[in-house]
């Protein structure tokens, strides 16, 4: 069966006729990687050095994801699971899994430290899921490397503030019966925990900004736009960039974010700004224009003439009556 399975993936990856994703994840591996899919070497590792400089240089994001590992692994730990975190160069730097289970996995090189990139093992959960930037299932015989065809593997890429890709979250399955509709509920559930955490190191990186959702759409938790005092958007995920047509990675030029979001209104330039300033003030005195007034350093009865050209009515500013 390990003959066939290598002389399977050797034709296919050399087989002009093979066109699906994952035959092309096969050529690449052995193609331009030069990886021999019978070879049943275990992963390389870092060393603990190594490997500790990794960690001290993304402590924050793993502090932050590892709650939302914690929730996944209890989901899934239970049937054989191991949940893996990644850097963007497929190396494992945190992880959780059963003690019952954790022999399994350490004999199969799933382990913090090792490197699960696509350039050296070929196709796999972790390293074609940062290779092509999408979420996707390896199940057991479609891993490049025979020694890997006992697993399966549910993947989905982690997107940084800055729009570049950070991280791979994993769950890995050892059980031989499990089937690919219990694989395809796993790979929801590991969909849906990347974006959590890429959600939470957004709102972490902006920490004195007002986080935006920008979409109509509640669901989608990973549209997300950090908002400055002035109500410049300075931050956006990957995917609110791709929506608004954002620079695609590293820091977006400052931009309103009412432009952003379409929120316009009969008011140009300075007038917006008047506006805006006015209803915080009122919202600030909760409805007195005279504490209003105040604030603003002017009279009140230059705040109503004011109020009154910015068509901000009392209903608005729920005033107070003083």
Not at 33 to 43: I, K, S, V
Not at 127 to 132: D, K, M, Q, S, V
Not at 136 to 147: N, P, Q
Not at 286 to 302: C, D, F, P, Y
Request: hydrophobic share 40%.
């Amino acid at each position: 069966m390990h003959r066939n399975h290598a002389d399977l993936v050797a034709a296919q990856s050399q087989s002009r006729s093979a066109t699906s994703a994952l035959a092309a994840s096969w050529r690449r591996s052995m193609l331009k990687h030069g990886l021999d899919p019978a070879d049943r070497r275990r992963p390389d590792c870092l060393s603990d050095r190594e490997l500790a400089d990794r960690h001290q240089a993304m402590q924050g994001f793993l502090t932050v994801a590892g709650p939302q590992l914690d929730q996944l692994y209890n989901l899934v730990g239970l049937s054989g699971c191991n949940v893996l975190l990644t850097d963007a160069h497929g190396i494992v730097l945190d992880q959780r899994v059963s003690d019952g289970d954790a022999r399994q996995f350490r004999d199969w090189g799933l382990w913090q430290g090792a490197d699960w990139s696509e350039a050296a093992q070929g196709t796999n959960g972790i390293g074609t899921c940062l290779a092509e930037g999408r979420a996707l299932t390896i199940h057991r015989d479609e891993h490049f490397h025979t020694r890997n065809t006992a697993m399966s593997c549910m993947d989905a890429p982690i997107w940084g503030p800055d729009g570049r890709l950070l991280a791979a979250l994993d769950v890995s399955s050892a059980r031989a019966d499990q089937t690919e509709r219990y694989n395809r509920l796993i790979s929801a559930q590991v969909a849906s925990t990347a974006r959590a955490i890429e959600a939470v190191f957004f709102r972490s990186s902006f920490p004195g900004a007002r986080i935006v959702v920008a979409s109509d759409d509640p669901s989608e938790q990973a549209m997300l736009l950090a908002v400055d005092r002035d109500d410049l958007a300075i931050g956006a995920t990957r995917a609110a960039r791709r929506a608004l047509g954002l620079e695609r990675e590293g820091a977006i030029r400052p931009r309103p974010a009412a432009d952003l979001l379409g929120r316009q209104d009969d008011l140009h330039g300075f007038d917006r700004g008047e506006r805006a300033a006015v209803i915080r003030a009122l919202a600030r005195a909760e409805g007195n224009v005279t504490q209003a007034a105040r604030a603003l350093g002017i009279g009140r009865a230059t705040l109503y003439r004011r109020m009154a050209r910015l068509g901000i009515g009392e209903h608005q500013a729920r005033l107070s009556h003083d």
